[in-house]
Protein backbone atom coordinates (compact mmCIF):
# COMPACT_ATOMS: atom_id res chain seq x y z
CA UNK A 1 0.00 0.00 0.00
CA UNK A 2 1.16 3.41 -0.33
CA UNK A 3 0.30 6.48 1.37
CA UNK A 4 0.90 10.47 1.10
CA UNK A 5 1.76 12.28 3.89
CA UNK A 6 -0.10 15.64 4.93
CA UNK A 7 2.63 17.77 6.18
CA UNK A 8 2.35 20.45 8.66
CA UNK A 9 3.69 22.82 6.04
CA UNK A 10 0.70 22.22 3.93
CA UNK A 11 2.84 20.14 1.13
CA UNK A 12 1.84 16.15 0.56
CA UNK A 13 4.43 13.70 -0.13
CA UNK A 14 4.83 11.19 -1.61
CA UNK A 15 3.65 8.25 -2.50
CA UNK A 16 5.36 6.02 -0.46
CA UNK A 17 4.93 2.76 0.46
CA UNK A 18 4.71 1.89 4.58
CA UNK A 19 8.52 0.64 4.90
CA UNK A 20 9.19 4.24 3.62
CA UNK A 21 6.90 6.04 6.63
CA UNK A 22 8.28 3.59 8.61
CA UNK A 23 12.14 4.64 8.52
CA UNK A 24 10.22 8.46 8.74
CA UNK A 25 8.55 7.49 11.89
CA UNK A 26 11.82 6.50 13.53
CA UNK A 27 13.19 9.90 12.20
CA UNK A 28 10.37 11.50 13.94
CA UNK A 29 8.84 13.22 10.63
CA UNK A 30 5.54 11.14 10.83
CA UNK A 31 3.78 10.96 14.36
CA UNK A 32 1.47 8.74 15.13
CA UNK A 33 -0.96 12.05 14.79
CA UNK A 34 0.29 12.60 11.23
CA UNK A 35 -2.56 12.88 8.61
CA UNK A 36 -2.35 10.11 5.49
CA UNK A 37 -3.91 9.98 2.07
CA UNK A 38 -4.19 6.09 0.82
CA UNK A 39 -2.94 6.31 -2.75
CA UNK A 40 -5.12 4.54 -4.82
CA UNK A 41 -8.66 5.47 -1.93
CA UNK A 42 -7.82 8.74 -1.21
CA UNK A 43 -9.31 7.68 2.08
CA UNK A 44 -7.07 10.06 4.95
CA UNK A 45 -6.37 8.43 8.20
CA UNK A 46 -3.87 8.84 11.05
CA UNK A 47 -0.32 7.36 10.71
CA UNK A 48 -1.24 5.40 13.89
CA UNK A 49 -4.22 3.38 12.06
CA UNK A 50 -1.94 1.94 9.55
CA UNK A 51 -1.10 -1.45 10.20
CA UNK A 52 2.28 -2.67 11.44
CA UNK A 53 3.60 1.26 11.39
CA UNK A 54 4.35 1.83 14.94
CA UNK A 55 6.26 -0.98 16.31
CA UNK A 56 7.69 -0.86 20.20
CA UNK A 57 11.03 -1.14 19.47
CA UNK A 58 11.66 1.73 16.29
CA UNK A 59 14.89 0.75 14.42
CA UNK A 60 18.02 2.88 14.97
CA UNK A 61 18.28 5.16 12.16
CA UNK A 62 22.29 7.11 12.08
CA UNK A 63 22.55 10.81 10.80
CA UNK A 64 23.81 11.37 7.75
CA UNK A 65 26.20 13.05 7.03
CA UNK A 66 27.42 16.52 7.20
CA UNK A 67 28.08 18.45 4.08
CA UNK A 68 30.27 21.61 4.56
CA UNK A 69 28.76 22.71 1.28
CA UNK A 70 24.99 22.60 2.15
CA UNK A 71 23.18 25.34 3.77
CA UNK A 72 20.13 25.50 6.35
CA UNK A 73 17.14 24.05 4.62
CA UNK A 74 14.00 26.40 6.10
CA UNK A 75 10.54 25.36 5.18
CA UNK A 76 10.15 28.30 3.05
CA UNK A 77 13.26 27.39 0.53
CA UNK A 78 12.77 25.48 -2.39
CA UNK A 79 14.40 22.23 -2.09
CA UNK A 80 15.16 21.35 -5.79
CA UNK A 81 17.64 24.12 -5.83
CA UNK A 82 20.30 21.64 -3.73
CA UNK A 83 18.22 18.80 -6.14
CA UNK A 84 21.08 19.25 -8.77
CA UNK A 85 24.04 19.29 -6.55
CA UNK A 86 25.38 16.10 -6.87
CA UNK A 87 27.20 15.81 -2.87
CA UNK A 88 23.99 15.83 -1.19
CA UNK A 89 22.18 12.78 -0.79
CA UNK A 90 19.47 14.04 1.24
CA UNK A 91 16.05 13.05 -0.35
CA UNK A 92 13.59 15.84 0.14
CA UNK A 93 10.46 14.53 -1.05
CA UNK A 94 9.88 13.59 2.50
CA UNK A 95 8.15 15.66 5.02
CA UNK A 96 10.01 18.26 7.21
CA UNK A 97 10.94 17.64 10.90
CA UNK A 98 8.02 17.81 13.15
CA UNK A 99 6.37 21.00 14.43
CA UNK A 100 4.79 21.08 17.62
CA UNK A 101 1.83 22.34 19.13
CA UNK A 102 2.67 25.33 21.68
CA UNK A 103 -0.75 25.52 23.43
CA UNK A 104 -0.39 29.05 24.61
CA UNK A 105 -0.36 30.21 21.37
CA UNK A 106 -4.25 29.33 20.96
CA UNK A 107 -5.99 30.20 24.23
CA UNK A 108 -8.90 32.49 24.07
CA UNK A 109 -9.57 35.34 25.92
CA UNK A 110 -11.26 33.57 28.57
CA UNK A 111 -8.29 31.14 28.55
CA UNK A 112 -5.93 33.53 29.26
CA UNK A 113 -7.49 35.25 32.23
CA UNK A 114 -8.80 31.91 33.51
CA UNK A 115 -5.51 31.95 36.07
CA UNK A 116 -6.40 35.51 36.94
CA UNK A 117 -10.15 34.88 38.06
CA UNK A 118 -9.35 31.30 39.98
CA UNK A 119 -6.53 32.96 41.62
CA UNK A 120 -9.43 36.21 42.44
CA UNK A 121 -12.13 33.38 43.23
CA UNK A 122 -9.70 31.88 45.80
CA UNK A 123 -8.55 34.62 47.59
CA UNK A 124 -12.03 35.86 47.97
CA UNK A 125 -12.88 32.61 49.38
CA UNK A 126 -9.69 32.48 51.39
CA UNK A 127 -10.49 35.11 53.22
CA UNK A 128 -14.39 34.66 53.86
CA UNK A 129 -13.50 31.42 55.36
CA UNK A 130 -10.93 32.89 57.06
CA UNK A 131 -13.28 34.91 59.11
CA UNK A 132 -16.31 32.01 59.20
CA UNK A 133 -14.21 29.03 59.16
CA UNK A 134 -10.74 30.02 60.42
CA UNK A 135 -7.79 27.63 59.17
CA UNK A 136 -9.62 26.63 56.67
CA UNK A 137 -9.05 30.22 54.96
CA UNK A 138 -5.40 29.69 55.14
CA UNK A 139 -5.47 25.75 53.42
CA UNK A 140 -7.43 27.54 50.49
CA UNK A 141 -5.22 30.53 50.30
CA UNK A 142 -2.22 27.86 50.22
CA UNK A 143 -3.88 26.40 47.32
CA UNK A 144 -4.66 29.00 45.43
CA UNK A 145 -0.68 30.26 45.19
CA UNK A 146 -0.36 26.13 44.51
CA UNK A 147 -2.65 26.10 41.61
CA UNK A 148 -0.65 29.91 40.28
CA UNK A 149 2.35 28.26 40.77
CA UNK A 150 1.50 25.23 38.01
CA UNK A 151 -0.03 27.81 36.10
CA UNK A 152 3.37 29.43 36.03
CA UNK A 153 5.38 26.13 35.46
CA UNK A 154 3.14 25.53 32.60
CA UNK A 155 3.77 29.01 30.76
CA UNK A 156 0.42 30.55 31.18
CA UNK A 157 0.94 34.83 30.01
CA UNK A 158 -1.46 36.04 33.15
CA UNK A 159 -0.14 33.08 35.72
CA UNK A 160 2.57 35.93 37.53
CA UNK A 161 -0.93 38.46 38.12
CA UNK A 162 -2.36 35.66 39.37
CA UNK A 163 0.31 34.35 41.68
CA UNK A 164 0.95 37.73 43.21
CA UNK A 165 -3.48 37.96 44.16
CA UNK A 166 -2.90 34.56 45.73
CA UNK A 167 0.78 34.99 47.32
CA UNK A 168 -0.89 38.25 49.07
CA UNK A 169 -4.05 36.84 49.86
CA UNK A 170 -2.16 34.42 51.52
CA UNK A 171 0.33 36.21 53.30
CA UNK A 172 -2.98 38.45 54.88
CA UNK A 173 -4.78 35.29 55.48
CA UNK A 174 -1.34 34.08 57.66
CA UNK A 175 -0.68 37.74 59.46
CA UNK A 176 -4.65 37.63 60.26
CA UNK A 177 -4.11 33.84 61.71
CA UNK A 178 -1.35 35.50 63.91
CA UNK A 179 -3.17 38.43 65.26
CA UNK A 180 -6.21 36.01 65.98
CA UNK A 181 -4.09 33.59 67.92
CA UNK A 182 -2.08 36.75 69.89
CA UNK A 183 -5.74 38.36 70.88
CA UNK A 184 -6.98 35.38 71.78
CA UNK A 185 -4.07 34.36 74.09
CA UNK A 186 -4.54 37.54 76.08
Do not use: C
Not at 18 to 43: N, P
Not at 47 to 64: C, E, H, K, N, T
Not at 122 to 143: E, K, M, Q, R, Y
Request: hydrophobic residues 40%; neutral net charge.
Amino acid sequence: MRYFVEGSDGNQYGPVEVETLKTWVAEGRVQAQSVLRHDFSGERLYARDVPGLFIVSPPVVSAPPVQQNMGQMGFGQNPSSLANNSSNPHDYSRPPDPVYYNPSSHRTQGEVNKPIYQAAFSSVLALILFFVLHGIGLIVAGTSVFRSLQYKQAGHEKANIALIISVSTLILVAVGWIFRISTTGN
